[in-house]
């Protein structure tokens, strides 16, 4: 079975809603691949200021942009409201107040429009974001993902079916790019910030620590962000773009190395990157010739796929439909909410 | 006040892993110090004093972790909050009166918002010689009665990382 079967029966035109961090998201798929449009409002100038997404803003801003944002979904696919077969919403992980919005917003307008409702996992609906674009994918695939919240390497055998390989010990991958870039004063995301100053920088000007390269498939990133700080700390003269070279070489070689590792070791078809760093230039380059000289298929989404999107969240609802059918609509928000891993 | 000194970050979980040994529920427990400076680090050792086995990673995304080991741990990230409103929507009174522990990342900052009641552990860079980076100096302040009765067992419990550095 691959992940696309689809029996006719179960709905097709599927509303999906994001709103689990500071982007106010809403689109309309139909089946498990069809994106009729896809609505994105980032809130990322209310947070800039803050060097962060700050909670409160965050929560208000989807109260305030969520109705606009899921209206011009509908429109833009062409279809009226009483079109819409089922409503996804991100259920978790995310910031509660952010995740509540959107949940609360689903649930009402399943309730109002008479469609089942289904829950999302924020995590699942990153992993499947790859086959929206290349529906053929061969399972089973190796997925990085790694975004501002997480660092995951897992072994997607069949959508809803994941082995988790590694995962970050600390903090997440996205998250040392922004701490580095807050400490540095480059602004706010970090990672575009550095990706960008990097290009006109030297990778090999500092050799930052690869904390954890040959010990299995478990991430660390925290030392990492220590050691450009205590560099940052204890040399004058610095070379802003050799520093952001080195700590983005360093953060890759670490990433490219396990994911290709582990397509190989788990005899992996493909290798897909998803979330946030996965729009990181370095890393894509990367990636895809770790691929090349592993003679595997490498597939790198868009970078508004990458990022977060609501896309993928519908089609991922249209995924657990079939799977499990509609959610209960007493079904809470919940910030910390895990992948269903088999083990 | 009590003036530790770590020499490594494993020696930063191991102080942390004694302190735990203290742990009592309804604590609270304030971690300020700069980045990079073994906030993460001190509460995996804390983690690990309290019998939690499973990774304790940032609480930055999502702002509160918990985890179950001898008695709950409650892992919160408040750099982010600018007001004590948030502190409050966070729930942050409900978790002081579970039977868990609390330990706050950047609680500086939300100092106005807290029980008077807590133990601050200060981390900070060593300046002076650039040879030790990795070396911390950790300050203990109880404030309020909870830790305030047990200023002695504190430092008991750190001994090995109290006093001088040898030169």
């Keep these: 079975m691959t992940v696309l079967d689809y029996p006719e029966e179960a709905p097709a035109i599927v509303l999906g809603i994001e709103t689990s961090c500071d982007e106010t998201a809403a689109a309309v798929v139909s089946g498990p691949s069809d994106v009729l449009s896809s609505v994105i409002s980032s809130q990322v100038d209310l947070h800039a200021r803050y060097g962060g997404v700050v909670p ?195 953060v890759v070689d670490v990433l490219v190395y396990k994911a290709s590792k582990a397509a190989e070791e788990f005899g992996a078809k493909g290798l897909c990157l998803a979330g946030g760093v996965a729009a990181n230039s370095s890393l894509r380059e990367r990636l895809l010739d770790a691929c090349v000289a592993a003679g595997i298929s490498g597939f790198l989404p868009s970078r508004s796929m990458c990022t977060d999107n609501a896309a993928m969240v519908a089609a991922a609802g249209w995924q657990r439909l079939q799977l499990d059918g509609p959610s209960p609509l007493d079904t809470g928000a919940d910030p910390n909410l895990a992948l269903p891993f088999i083990s | 006040m009590i003036r530790a000194r770590s020499r490594s970050p494993e020696d930063t979980r191991k102080l942390a892993a004694c302190l735990a040994e203290l ?82 990342e950047w609680g500086d900052a939300i ?20 040879n030790s980076p990795d070396e911390r100096v950790v300050v203990l302040s109880p404030v309020g009665p909870r830790w305030q009765a047990r200023s002695d067992a504190l430092a008991a419990a750190i001994r090995q990382w109290i006093g001088e550095p040898p030169c």
């Design chain 1, 56 to 250: 409160e803003i965050a929560s208000r801003a989807h109260v305030e942009l969520l109705t606009p944002v899921v209206a011009q979904a509908v429109i833009e696919a062409g279809l009226s409201d009483h079109e819409v077969e089922a409503v996804a919403a991100t259920a978790g992980p995310g910031l509660i107040g952010s995740l509540l919005v959107g949940v609360s917003a689903a649930k009402s307008l399943a309730l109002a429009w008479d469609v089942p409702f289904v829950a999302v996992n924020h995590l699942e609906a990153h992993l499947y974001s790859s086959f929206l674009e290349e529906p053929d994918l061969e399972l089973p695939v190796v997925v990085l993902l790694v975004s501002g919240g997480h660092t995951l390497l897992v072994l997607m055998e069949a959508f809803g079916r994941y082995r988790l390989i590694g995962q970050t010990l600390d903090d997440a991958a996205g998250e040392a790019f922004d701490k580095v870039a807050r400490f540095m004063d480059l602004g706010y995301p970090g990672g575009p910030v550095i990706d960008r100053l990097a290009m006109d920088g030297d990778p090999e000007a500092v050799t930052f620590p690869r904390p954890m390269y040959d010990d299995g498939y478990n991430f660390s990133f925290s030392g990492l962000k220590t050691a450009v700080v205590n560099h940052v700390r204890t040399h004058e003269d610095l070379v802003v773009a050799d520093i952001a070279a080195s700590f983005q070489e360093a």
């Design chain 2, 111 to 130: 100092r106005q918002a807290l029980p008077n009641d807590y133990l601050e552990v200060a981390l900070t860079f060593v300046d002076g010689p650039i």
């Design chain 2, 23 to 104: 742990a009592q529920p309804g604590d609270l427990l304030l971690l300020v110090g700069d980045l990079g400076a073994g906030k993460t680090t001190f509460t995996q050792g804390f983690a690990a004093g309290l019998d939690i086995h499973e990774p304790v990673t940032s609480p930055t995304f999502t702002l509160a972790r918990e985890y179950h080991g001898r008695l709950l741990l409650h892992h919160l990230d408040v750099f982010r909050l600018e007001q004590v409103s948030e502190v409050l929507d966070l729930g942050l009174p409900e978790l002081l009166d579970s039977d868990g522990v609390t330990l706050i």
